[in-house]
């Protein structure tokens, strides 16, 4: 069985009354990922479901991905400090 089916929710950031980003654990053809994925709650329905927005990074590149990361909050800071909102 496949946990892409039944992934661990590690948290999610809602964006409106229907929608959410949701950062799971998961496993799909045997290669684990770290998935951030939309997922929206469609009309009549109780249940969200996961969109096909989203970017499922394999385990090997996570240390790859954070630095990334990092980098992008670097920037955004800088050019926070430059512009005055």
Request: glycine letters at 4%; a negative charge; hydrophobic letters at 35%.
């Amino acid at each position: 069985m496949s946990t892409a089916d039944n992934p661990h929710l590690i948290g999610s950031i809602p964006r409106n009354d229907r929608e959410e980003i949701r950062v799971c654990l998961t496993e799909y053809w045997g290669k684990k990922k770290l998935d951030i994925r939309s997922w929206f709650c469609p009309d009549g329905k109780e249940e969200m479901v996961a969109t096909k927005r989203g970017l499922a990074i394999p385990y090997e590149d996570l240390e790859q991905f954070s630095a990334l990361l990092d980098e992008a909050r670097e920037a955004i800071n800088a050019e926070s400090e430059r512009i005055s909102w």
